[in-house]
């Protein structure tokens, strides 16, 4: 099995990544064009958007009718173990909204998100392309692309992390979720940015290499 | 400046063009062309060996210490 050059597996990688940036780009388009239509579009609609909560499990209902006021639920006193609960889940809500600028901010927050993804890969894409070209890849150009990319991750991570806080603001404030707790804390995703850190190291030996490799081809 | 190469003033005394030296010292006039115009990192010992024969010369005469100061003037 290749590793590099045609038909290879940095072929095929470089395949997926064109085509998941073009869908980032062709989805970037797509919102943009729904976002268009947002002033003139008929409410509510439902928008999906990322939060991050804590799940607590309700007491169990004994008896009585629930809604009309008389429910006999199971007490736990002091000393009894506290139900248990789930905590810190990642996940989305799809909810139906009537606020426009809610819409809006979400349109553009995932317009933001598409166009910076599409970016970001046609970066890798550019280091991948040296790879199937059979080119050496210590040329300055690629030492760039992975700091771009070390730092587009890092700077993505965060980014995601301030969307899902604004998200968990505006969900405390307007949703009322039985059970449902909402982070009132960002939440950062310390691992991907340790993957970012990775990125720009690796990028830092590039940079040598490069350099490593412009000595050799200049040494006649 | 640093190390400056005077292969075109050895070349001119030679009567010697770029492209026989290079056939003579299996060094592509590329490369050769890189020497001359000191765009070059480094110069193998075996390529310095391969000049100085067919030029005649030593390694002095082919190499030259440019200080910073005489490089500006």
Same mark, same amino acid.
């Given at each position: 099995m290749r590793i590099l050059g045609r038909?290879?597996?940095a072929s095929v990688v470089s395949f997926f990544v064109s085509l998941t940036a073009f869908g980032a780009a062709f989805g970037a388009f797509i919102s943009f064009c729904v976002l268009l239509a947002v002033p003139w579009v008929r409410l509510p609609i439902t928008v999906t958007a990322p939060v991050t909560f804590t799940l607590d499990t309700p007491n169990e209902?004994?008896?009585?009718?629930?809604?009309?006021g008389f429910e006999f639920r199971e007490t736990r006193r002091p000393p009894a173990p506290r139900p248990p609960n789930v905590q810190r889940i990642a996940g989305s809500m799809r909810v139906p909204v009537t606020n426009r600028w809610f819409i809006a901010f979400n349109g553009? *927050?995932?317009?933001?998100i598409l166009a910076f993804v599409a970016?970001? $890969?046609?970066?890798?894409?550019?280091?991948?392309?040296?790879?199937?070209?059979?080119?050496?890849?210590?040329?300055?150009?690629?030492?760039?692309r992975l700091r771009f990319l070390g730092l587009a991750v890092i700077i993505g991570s965060l980014f995601v992390s301030a969307i899902v806080f604004v998200e968990n603001t505006?969900?405390? *404030?307007n949703l009322d979720l039985p059970g449902v707790t909402?982070?009132? $804390?960002?939440?950062?995703?310390?691992?991907t940015i340790f993957y970012g850190l990775i990125i720009l190291v690796i990028a830092e030996v590039f940079r040598a290499g490069t350099e490593l490799d412009e000595d050799q081809s200049l040494t006649i | 400046m640093g190390?400056?190469?005077?292969?075109?003033?050895l070349l001119l005394d030679r009567q010697m063009t770029l492209t026989e030296l290079?056939?003579?010292?299996?060094?592509t006039i590329v490369n050769l062309s890189i020497l001359k115009t000191n765009k070059a990192k480094a110069i193998r010992f075996s390529t310095l060996e391969a000049l100085c024969r067919e030029l005649k010369c030593q390694p002095g005469d082919l190499l030259e210490f440019v200080s910073e100061v005489r490089s500006k003037k």
């Open positions: 038909w290879s597996v209902i004994l008896g009585g009718r629930p809604g009309w553009i *927050a995932l317009i933001v970016y970001t $890969l046609s970066k890798l894409q550019g280091v991948l392309r040296t790879l199937v070209r059979g080119k050496t890849p210590f040329v300055p150009a690629n030492a760039a505006w969900a405390r *404030a909402f982070d009132d $804390l960002p939440r950062i995703d310390f691992g | 190390i400056k190469i005077n292969l075109d003033h290079a056939e003579r010292v299996d060094v």
